[in-house]
């Protein structure tokens, strides 16, 4: 194989009990991502995107990972990189993760996978690192593995694939607006009291309990956030309105997707995902609030070769 | 029904990941409770033990717990309550939560059973606060559900019930000594660094999995308190050893047992619990340390009537 494109989708992460842990696979929205080998040991991208992206592979998420790869192999030619971007950055659905992690799943078909799924992880978080300022798997992790997923350890990466309810569909609202991960993780208390710890955890607990039972009484009270979003609330633009108006239409929760602007709903009914869909971006154009809203089944494959020779 | 006895057994909880969240039901040791109607409106408290337990109804757990489930009915009659105990108090394996859980329990039954399981939890954790100085349902909810147990909300009471694998044991040792619920709980801190609580949340989140796949793998590398067990760990005789045997000869995982100064194994191989249980009061009865050791299997019943007229 000489030449690979993927589609590299984006990801939801926190689900709001899960701050750092959780992360679930969109079906919609993503990066196209065209990696061919090239005679000469060098890696070159092409970012082909509205966004100022740099094509430095020192500055570039998708250039760092691919070095951290490259670090534990040889090879006798180079990699250049194109980058159709479809998640823009800044927007709290995994755009930097899907550049990242989209490319070294691409390399890593052309050198004949030696690479372990948790390697790929562990070289994409370089490229979060250089993002965001520390190291984080949440988003990488479903993108690579699919499904939901949950970061047990980034010390030694270690991430379980938890069960996905086929019924589960997530709703997603972005305000045009764009929020830099590092900004949005300034909001967040370095100390937390330990009775919110336990609050937030034991919905953890319970979250992952009720994908495993498709208890989705259980997974509305669960997916509650006592830490971070008190704090990142603030920075998105009619926040609890549009939590308020998707609750009313039925969302078994909302939240802030990652480190936002986007806000995810989470529903079990399609009837109910279009009424919320529906609702919340006819109240960001009653205020002339630009956005871009859709709805996404859990994508259970994650990464996706569309075309390889 | 005039009268009934029940046994109230003991129980373990946080299991390392989840402070004040999980609890397990054990089958040994355990509380004989009686309690009789009596004609006077009047709550009589019988202690039978060697532990100077008050038999003031405003100072024991009992009495304390009989009291809130009373307050939300009428009855003509009263109850005369008789408790034998079968756990040390401050041994960290629910000693409290027997006695006032078997007792709400026991009431309930007498007067057919108005209360929901959660209610019993509920007037429980009176006695609970009582003894520890802060409400907590971990000890008592395993008791009145059976099996092991995950306390999502203690402000409106909402516990789950996890699977409990069948070849799961306990193999646990106690050292003779007394640590005070309240004492033990002063050595936690109030405030915890956000990257520990990620990283302890995600090993309560990954555990709550291996306990629906099977996955003792994962249970072990769960199975882990970065939080408290820092702190508590100097409070018992001989914990880092005990842990080190115990891991030698195979167990899932090992820690602190509630506040202490018990301390548990997790194994699911009973010649494996055998070995742990032999290797551990070995070790106390080599440095003349006195001690309570036994194995028991989780019991997925709870608190059982053992007669009833």
Same mark, same amino acid.
């Given at each position: ?130 993002? =965001?300022? +520390?190291? $984080? ?8 593995? *699919?499904? %939901?997923?949950? #970061?047990? &350890? ?124 529906? =609702?919340? +971006?006819? $109240? ?8 871009? *809203?859709? %709805?996404?089944? #859990?994508? &259970? ?9």
């Amino acid at each position: 194989m000489d030449s690979i494109k993927v589609f590299s989708p984006g990801s939801i992460t926190n689900l709001s009990c899960g701050y750092d842990i959780l992360g679930v696979c969109l079906q919609n929205r993503g990066d196209e991502i065209t990696v061919k080998k090239i005679d000469k040991k060098e890696i070159i991208i092409n970012s082909n995107d509205d966004y100022n992206i740099s094509e430095d592979i020192n500055k570039n998420v998708a250039g760092i990972a691919a070095q951290a790869l490259l670090k534990n192999t040889k090879t006798k030619f180079g990699f250049e990189i194109e980058i159709k971007k479809g998640i823009k950055p800044g927007s709290g659905i995994g755009s930097s993760a899907a550049s990242s992690a989209g490319t070294v799943f691409a390399i890593n078909q052309l050198l004949d996978s030696p690479f372990s799924q948790m390697d790929l992880i562990k070289f994409s978080m370089e490229g979060e690192k250089f993002v =965001s300022g +520390t190291y $984080h798997a949440d988003n990488v992790a479903p993108i690579i593995l *699919g499904g %939901i997923t949950l #970061v047990r &350890s980034i010390d030694e990466i270690d991430v379980i694939k938890l069960p996905s309810p086929k019924s589960l569909e997530v709703i997603i609202i972005r305000p045009n607006i764009e929020i830099k991960t590092s900004d949005s993780r300034k909001v967040v208390k370095n100390k937390i009291k330990i009775e919110k710890m336990v609050q937030q955890s034991a919905n953890l607990g319970s979250f992952v309990s009720s994908l495993y039972t498709e208890d989705y009484g259980l997974m509305s009270k669960s997916v509650v956030d006592v830490i971070v979003e008190p704090n990142r609330r603030i920075l998105i633009p009619e926040f609890d309105k549009i939590k308020e108006i998707s609750k009313e239409d039925g969302a078994i929760a909302v939240g802030i997707s990652g480190s936002g602007p986007s806000i995810f709903s989470l529903s079990n009914n399609s009837t109910v995902s279009e009424k919320i869909l529906k =609702s919340v +971006t006819n $109240h960001y154009e009653k205020l002339n609030i630009s956005y871009d *809203g859709f %709805i996404s089944k #859990v994508n &259970s494959t994650g990464i996706k070769i569309i075309e390889s020779n």
